[in-house]
């Protein structure tokens, strides 16, 4: 089957704009998890969704990020007035929790993001 | 969330053994340890999870001892394709963690 996917591949912006990543999970996930990777760095979590649950934003690092997921599926994360500290690669995960069952995350391939 | 420390990097050259250690000295009772494996330009991958004692699959083993306080993964007889960053976390089996950390790059030599 289908693994996570995630569009644009790359983004190239300027300073100051808006951008908007998408993410497609597994169908049937009812986890979906952000993270940003800078250069050479490991993963910094951004923002996690299960179910109809309130998000758990606590990785979020200002105001000018926020994410969404419509309908338990699709996610996308925007950035607001995107700064060049911004430039990273932002990837995706989902999992699916089911009791007594390891909750592998599986992640997709990435958004580069350039803020020029 | 137990805070774990792994070495930053490690070198082997191919065809021998590799133990990356992990330590967790916080570990809370209901914490499970995973690894992934990220690749350059690729996300993380899965590789193990145990709670105690000795896991093994068909990539690797992961050594968890009686005090839970660290955990060591094991990958047997490496080859070059297993140069990649390998990360540990920690945390509760119903709400993965997400604190991957830096990792440990790892780089096999020939």
């Known amino acids: 089957g289908a693994g996570v996917s995630q569009s644009p591949s790359n983004k190239v912006t300027e300073k100051g704009k808006d951008v908007e990543l998408r993410c497609d999970p597994i169908?049937?996930?009812?986890?979906l998890y952000w993270y940003r990777q800078s250069l050479g760095q490991g993963l910094e979590f951004l923002i996690y969704?299960?179910?109809?649950?309130?998000?758990?934003k606590s990785g979020l690092p200002s105001d000018r990020f926020s994410a969404e997921r419509t309908g338990g599926s699709v996610s996308t994360l925007t950035i607001q007035r995107t700064q060049q500290e911004d430039s990273a690669v932002y990837l995706c995960?989902?999992?699916?929790?089911?009791?007594?069952?390891?909750?592998?995350?599986?992640f997709g391939p990435g958004t580069r993001l350039t803020v020029l | 969330l137990a805070k774990t420390t792994q070495p930053i990097s490690m070198d082997s050259y191919e065809g021998q053994e590799v133990n990356i250690t992990c330590s967790h000295n916080?570990?809370?009772?209901?914490?499970?340890i995973t690894w992934y494996q990220q690749f350059p330009s690729q996300g993380p991958r899965f590789i193990i999870q145990?709670?105690?004692t000795k896991v093994t699959n068909e990539v690797a083993s992961l050594f968890i001892p009686a005090d839970r306080k660290s955990s060591t993964l094991s990958l047997p007889r490496v080859s070059l394709s297993d140069t990649a960053v390998y990360y540990c976390?920690?945390?509760?089996?119903?709400?993965?963690?997400?604190?991957f950390g830096a990792g440990t790059r790892l780089t096999v030599k020939p």
């Open positions: 145990g709670y105690k």
């Open positions: 916080n570990i809370a009772t209901n914490d499970y």
């Open positions: 995960a989902s999992s699916l929790r089911v009791s007594g069952r390891i909750n592998e995350q599986f």
């Open positions: 969704f299960q179910g109809n649950s309130a998000p758990d």
């Open positions: 169908s049937g996930h009812t986890a």
């Open positions: 976390l920690v945390g509760d089996r119903r709400n993965n963690d997400m604190r």
